[in-house]
């Protein structure tokens, strides 16, 4: 999220103002004897508040109603197999009536399908356990669509029950096929033993036939626990009013009291755990970013957009968490400091992987700039610059900025008598917009560096007002599908005033809007307290522009330089949300480019010359046609041989990923002068001062290597 560092002031008061006049009129307008329900209140409250204070407000008519509905849908029965054609068609009848029944406070849409979820569900349990009474035979030349956004509602009954026994047979087929590969990973290990002249654990082998039994019993054990956690009337209620935010943007987003704790925590980064947010999406726990400092972000093989099947407590036996809501996903997730756990993750490129976390708490201080040089054989010296969330002290206690810390970092790189400088904003999900404006200050005279637009129709032009230039010389900034908001308007200004370079993926992430978060029972009149709590909302009020005047959203910011990247065929960003604000422009600020800029034409040809010889860039590039080839393909096999084939071969081509990286050739990197002689004795810091520079280098970075090579080229 991107955060304005709002004050309490006139626009605020007139945010929760707007709030609190929507949920008095469902009160005033009941009278004593019809006091209103929660639902009506809350329903009521946040689609007529959002119709006025949300940036891009939506008039409650019947296209707002299909939104609403075609995204409850979409997420009611993401799998289609709960709801058959017929019971489509029931509910299709308040397709333009929700805007309607959202004035008048009334719900017969979720009325009707709760109901109808209730009483599919209820009769799925049954044939799931009907169907896996039988065992499975994996020889057949039988198929299955995974990608459910391509499947049907089933036309009967008889349709429904083909496609649960492909269903179960597909999920009984994936663990047959793991404890296959596990079996074969134990031979492995015993004939090294066995070479090492070394003691080896005996342990039986099962047949495919006793893999099967024990498959079906884990995927039953899986189902019995989804069919029993089936949401109460509150969660159902609360996940409408999810859908009705979504439907404004997909930032938009209603916490209900306990969601809204589990979000201050991730916030603060203060917890005992994995160190991940998460997100849910279509039934399954997704990662939506890696919190600096975490214990993720250490072990390093957990990456955002992986999405989480299953979770185990150390060796314990794995639970499967598709198809659970995130708040109930963290329960088995989080844990105590030490204490390891294994997620089964399904990784972009349609692979699955056990990932071992030893939970820890966050490191605060790996959260902040660090910075180290470059020691190329050329001789010449670059600065190396780390950038993870553009954190600052919202509440004023004294706490550290980022922009501070950068103008810090930068000072001492300079003083290293560094020729230039990378950048690194690489999965930086953005933060403070104050710092991002202050930082792009550090490298620019005064002068605009990014246009607030809010939804009142008012331009607000934040400048840079210190004409001082704390670093003049050659710049990259790195960037991926990551890097984001905050990240994003740094980014622009750099490459508007023609700085530097920006490169990396094709464009960043393209979230160019900024949100609020409002308690709701703060905005409510004292008449309605006996419903409370309601929990927090959070709306998009405004929207960043570049100084040229287009904005960020949607597009993102476009790389000066290009490299092929692991995550190039990915479809990721803000144009794949749902119901994304879509791009624009507004009128340009009055700026004047840097003086000294780049030869991009160039430093393009040269780069552009350097990846098509370099080995590690050629493989890369066909790994990314492959797996780009291949993201289409999501129909797949029920036959184990040849379903274990195409796994083996998408691991093949993970570790192949794995492998270029380390090709490359490792960068000589050292901690800064001034920061090993403020170090001292201090022991903790000099082992993270030390932890930084070691993983920059055994990274062996091939991103990093072209940046240093283009700042070469500058000199």
């Known amino acids: 999220m991107l955060s304005p560092r709002l004050k309490v002031g006139s626009y605020a008061g007139l945010v929760a103002a707007v709030f609190g006049l929507a949920s008095y009129r469902f009160y005033e307008h009941s009278g004593p004897r019809s006091a209103p329900g929660k639902e009506q209140v809350l329903v009521g409250?946040?689609?007529?508040?959002?119709?006025?204070?949300?940036y891009q407000p939506e008039r409650i008519d019947d296209a707002f109603s299909k939104r609403v509905f075609d995204l409850s849908l979409k997420r009611l029965d993401y799998r289609k197999k709960f709801l058959l054609q017929s019971d489509v068609a029931q509910l299709m009848k308040y397709q333009t009536e929700i805007d309607d029944e959202t004035k008048r406070g009334s719900h017969e849409f979720l009325d009707l399908s709760t109901k109808l979820m209730a009483e599919r569900t209820k009769q799925m349990q049954a044939l799931a356990h009907e169907i896996l009474a039988q065992p499975f035979t994996f020889d057949a030349d039988e198929s299955l669509q995974t990608d459910f956004e391509k499947a049907t509602f089933p036309t009967s009954p008889a349709d429904q029950r083909e496609q649960w026994r492909k269903l179960l047979k597909y999920e009984t087929l994936v663990r047959v096929a793991e404890m296959m590969d596990e079996q074969d990973k134990r031979h492995d290990r015993a004939k090294v033993a066995s070479l090492a002249k070394e003691p080896a654990t005996a342990e039986p082998d099962r047949t495919p036939a006793q893999m099967e039994v024990e498959a079906r019993k884990r995927v039953l054990k899986f189902y019995d626990e989804q069919f029993a956690d089936q949401p109460d009337a509150n969660e159902m209620l609360t996940?409408?009013?999810?859908?009705?935010?979504?439907?404004?943007?997909?930032?938009?987003?209603?916490?209900?009291?306990?969601?809204?704790?589990?979000f201050d925590i991730q916030l603060t980064g203060r917890f005992e755990g994995i160190g991940a947010t998460l997100r849910e999406k279509e039934g399954l726990i997704y990662i939506e970013d890696i919190v600096p400092g975490s214990a993720s972000a250490r072990q390093g093989e957990l990456k955002k957009g992986d999405a989480i099947l299953r979770v185990a407590q150390g060796a314990a036996e794995p639970v499967s968490i598709e198809g659970w809501h995130t708040n109930k996903a963290v329960t088995l997730i989080r844990g105590k400091k030490g204490t390891e756990v294994r997620l089964t993750v399904k990784k972009a490129d349609g692979s699955t992987k056990v990932i071992s976390i030893f939970r820890d708490v966050v490191v605060v201080e790996d959260t902040y700039a660090q910075s180290a040089v470059i020691n190329d054989p050329s001789g010449i010296k670059i600065g190396y610059l780390h950038l993870p969330a553009f954190y600052a002290d919202f509440n004023d206690n004294g706490g550290r900025s980022s922009a501070a810390d950068v103008k810090k970092e930068l000072a001492k790189l300079t003083a290293e008598g560094v020729k230039g400088v990378v950048f690194d904003l690489r999965n930086n999900g953005g933060g403070s917009l104050n710092d991002a404006v202050e930082m792009a200050g550090l490298f620019m005279p005064s002068g605009p560096m990014v246009q607030v637009h809010d939804s009142r129709g008012v331009t607000n032009v934040l400048n840079d007002k210190d004409?001082?230039?704390?670093?003049?010389?050659?710049?990259?900034?790195?960037?991926?599908?990551?890097?984001?908001?905050?990240s994003e308007i740094l980014a622009a200004a750099i490459q508007?005033?023609?700085?530097?370079?920006?490169?990396?993926?094709?464009?960043?992430?393209?979230?160019?809007?900024?949100?609020?978060?409002?308690?709701?029972?703060?905005t409510l009149p004292n008449e309605l307290a006996s419903l409370k709590p309601f929990g927090s909302l959070k709306f998009t009020m405004q929207k960043f522009y570049r100084v040229t005047g287009g904005s960020t959203q949607f597009k993102g910011v476009a790389s000066d330089i290009v490299l092929p990247d692991i995550f190039s065929y990915v479809d990721q960003g803000e144009k794949e949300m749902d119901y994304p604000l879509k791009w624009d422009e507004i009128k340009p600020a009055s700026y004047r480019p840097w003086d000294d800029q780049p030869n991009y034409a160039k430093l393009q040809a040269n780069s552009k010359a350097r990846v098509a010889a370099n080995p590690a860039f050629q493989q890369m590039t066909e790994l990314v046609q492959s797996l780009r080839k291949r993201k289409n393909e999501t129909v797949v096999s029920l036959n184990l041989e040849k379903y274990r084939a195409m796994q083996h071969m998408l691991k093949a081509e993970s570790d192949k990923y794995e492998a270029i990286q380390k090709t490359a050739k490792p960068l000589a990197l050292t901690p800064l002068a001034a920061d090993r002689q403020a170090l001292g004795n201090d022991s903790v810091r000099i082992n993270r001062s030390m932890r930084f520079t070691r993983n920059l280098a055994l990274s062996k970075d091939i991103t990093l290597g072209e940046a240093v090579a283009v700042i070469k080229d500058e000199q």
Do not use: W
């Not at 409250?45 to 949300?54: D, N, P, Y």
């Not at 004409?467 to 905050?486: E, F, H, I, M, T």
């Open 239 to 262: 996940e409408y009013v999810k859908v009705i935010c979504n439907t404004y943007d997909p930032h938009t987003e209603y916490f209900p009291p306990r969601e809204k704790e589990e």
């Open 496 to 522: 508007d005033y023609k700085r530097g370079i920006i490169m990396g993926t094709t464009s960043t992430y393209g979230k160019g809007t900024v949100q609020r978060i409002i308690d709701l029972d703060e």
């Open 467 to 486: 004409p001082r230039v704390q670093y003049s010389g050659p710049l990259v900034v790195l960037v991926n599908k990551y890097s984001a908001s905050a």
């Open 45 to 54: 409250t946040i689609v007529q508040g959002l119709s006025q204070a949300h």
